[in-house]
Structures are given as C-alpha cells and as structure tokens.
C-alpha cells in the first residue's frame, strides 16, 4: 500500500445521522457505518438540536470501530481524518468535529475539515463509473435544509446562483406529510402515497417569482396544501401527487433556467429530495445535458460524501483552516484544489 493514498475516515455529525465511513482514492468506499436518529425526533414533528448532540456523542465511538473493522484496517492504516465542520447545528456538528480532531490528534495525521455541502454536491462521484463532463456543472442541492442552484467552475469552486427565499423544498415536503399524519420527515412518504394519486386532481400555483429569477419560494404551497387537505374534496393520494408534481414542477422549470444561463456540461443532482423518483425521472429526460445523481442511499445525510470530499481535499491541496466549526459557512469562501486525472477524469463534452 506505499505508493497509494492511505484511506481516509470521515465522520457526519450535522444533522440527526451519525454516521462513518472509510474511503480511499482509487480504491472507492471500503466501509460506512450510519445510525438514524429519525424515531428519537419522530415524537417532537422535527429534529431537537440538544437530543441529535447527545446521541451522536453516545454513538460515534461504536460506529467509528465498526466502520474500521469493516473496512478490515487498524487505526494505524488511516492517513487522515476528516468531518463535517458545518454548516448545521452547531452543538450537533462539534459532537463530530471534536470526535475526528481528537482522534487526527492521538494518531498523528491530518484532520480535514469539509463542508457539508460539498460533500452532498460531490457524492454522485461514489459511483465509481460515473463519466463527468468538464466543467461548468449546475448542481440541484435540494434537502431538508437546503434548495440550491449551484454553478461549479472548478473542483472546489462553487457560486450559489438561486435558492429559496423561504422554506427547503425537503421542509415543503415534510411539513404537507405531516398535514396527512406521516412522522417526521415525511417527504418519502408523501411522495409513496402520490405515486397510487392523480396528480391533475388539484391544480396547485407553481410560484416562480419573478421573471428569469432562479430563487424559489415554497411557503405559500404548502400553505395551500393545508387548505385543500382541510376542504377534505380529495383523497391523500390525489392532494400528495398534485403536491409532489408543483413541487418538482417548479423545480425542473429553474432547472432549465438556469441551464440557458451557465450552459453546463453536467447536471448533478444531490440532497435528501434528490431521492424523489419523479424529480430524478424529470430530469433524466432534459435534454441538452447530462444528468447524475448519486445513489439512494447517498443522497440523504451519509459519512461517504464526507470523505470523498476530505479525500480529494487532503490529495489535492485544498485542506480547508477551520477553528472550531462553522454553523454558517458560505460555498463561495471554499478554495479550488487539483483533482488527478486517475482518479476522477473529466470525459470529453
Ligand atoms: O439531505 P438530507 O438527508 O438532510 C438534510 O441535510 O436536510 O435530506 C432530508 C430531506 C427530508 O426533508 C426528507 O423528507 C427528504 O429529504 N426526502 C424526500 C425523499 N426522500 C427524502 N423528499 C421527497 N421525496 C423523497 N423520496
Ligand atoms: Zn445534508
């Protein structure tokens, strides 16, 4: 193993997963480890920040053992070790943060500090056949947090060029689930239900703001689902699948708006929303530009896209300083690094 890239560990504390993962350049994902804390939130219709925090800390060092043994590596055979230093929630992101410098620290290698945004718009990259277009991509980051447009310039050099103005499109989803009485979040099962409806049974508004904007706003539907399900005119699978089909509506609409402004080679799909079969097969049949997504499981918060992102960092140059951790952290203040062609090769266009 001299002359390769050692594997690096990474861990995701940002939200309500715990989770680890072992990755290596070359090589691909060798191991991950994730616990839920979805039943812990259930109760309270939405995560509680103190609760995620301590479960992590209880959690962490199981998961980080397993994903070790998994990956058939003792710790000395680690090269680095990377995590999620934000944005989330702050108390969350320091329970990973703190775990992963200390133990950078005890095994004297590097700590790799990575955006947690980053590593959604790079998981697609953990298929390890994916064929990518040179640069500019458009990235659609849509998760429970997050609804972003995102032009890619570079590897590692990233502007957000829309977004919404009010709630995350995965909020949108989750707050109509849980008018029908689905736990939170209930975006996936919202969007099980729409699958057995009529999505032409109500005709709900696709808000698009202004003229040519590439911002979104989702809080007057999900006002207007409420209203509906309230008239009780329709059946949950109709109201779900009139829902679902606005929603992805909209999104494909900005989608193709902003294609006609960066022209990209790419079009990568990423976030917890990415999950959403219709929004995948509307944008499958775009045409004009290539579209991918990552896999189900690494679309929703994982350690994987962590370390892919931590990986290519450390290898290219591009280890971010971080003191502490950044609840806050704008996209744009990343640095570009270099990414060698054996590992990820950009395809002619
Ligand atoms: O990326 P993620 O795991 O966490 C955040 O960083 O927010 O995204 C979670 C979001 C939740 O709102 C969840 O309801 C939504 O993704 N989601 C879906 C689907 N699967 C997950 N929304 C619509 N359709 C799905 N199939
Ligand atoms: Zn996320």
Redesign the pocket.
């Known amino acids: 193993m001299s002359c390769q890239v050692k594997p690096i560990v990474a861990i995701e504390t940002s939200?309500d997963?715990t989770a680890v993962a072992v990755y290596q350049l070359g090589e691909g994902l060798l191991s991950q480890a994730l616990f839920s804390q979805v039943e812990l939130h259930a109760l309270y219709g939405g995560v509680v920040p103190e609760l995620a925090a301590r479960d992590h800390v209880a959690r962490l060092p199981e998961l980080f053992q397993k994903a070790l043994s998994d990956a058939n590596l003792q710790v000395g055979d680690i090269g680095g070790v990377a995590y999620t230093a934000g944005p989330g929630l702050v108390g969350a992101v320091m329970t990973g943060a703190s775990f992963g410098r200390s133990i950078a620290q005890t095994l004297g290698v590097p700590e790799v500090p990575v955006h947690h945004l980053e590593g959604?718009i790079l998981s697609v990259l953990l298929d390890g056949a994916i064929e990518l277009r040179p640069f500019p991509w458009l990235t659609l980051l849509v998760?429970?947090?997050?609804t972003l447009l995102i032009r890619v310039d570079g590897w590692g050099r990233y502007s957000v060029i829309g977004e919404s103005i009010d709630d995350a499109v995965?909020?949108a989803?989750?707050k109509a689930a849980m008018v029908l009485g689905f736990d939170y979040?209930?975006?996936?099962a919202?969007?099980e239900l729409a699958a057995s409806g009529d999505d032409g049974a109500v005709r709900f508004a696709r808000p698009m703001l202004a003229k040519g904007s590439l911002d979104f706003s989702f809080s007057g539907l999900k006002t207007a689902f409420a209203t509906q399900h309230k008239k009780m005119r329709h059946s949950n699978e109709d109201l779900a699948a009139s829902y679902q089909a606005a929603i992805v509506d909209v999104l494909v609409k900005k989608v193709l708006l902003a294609c006609d402004a960066v022209s990209p080679n790419l079009l990568v799909l990423a976030?917890?929303?990415a999950?959403?079969?219709r929004l995948r097969d509307e944008l499958a049949a775009v045409r004009g530009v290539k579209v991918v997504a990552p896999a189900m499981a690494y679309?929703?918060?994982n350690a994987a896209m962590i370390a892919v992102a931590g990986a290519l960092r450390q290898a290219g140059g591009g280890v971010e300083s971080v003191s502490g951790v950044r609840a806050r952290w704008d996209l744009s203040e990343l640095s570009g690094f270099a990414v060698e062609s054996q590992f990820f090769a950009l395809d002619e266009a």
Request: aromatic letters at 4%.
């Open positions: 939200c997963e959604h998760s429970g947090g997050h995965g909020e989803f989750d979040p209930g975006g996936r919202l969007a976030g917890g929303v999950a959403n079969q679309c929703t918060d």
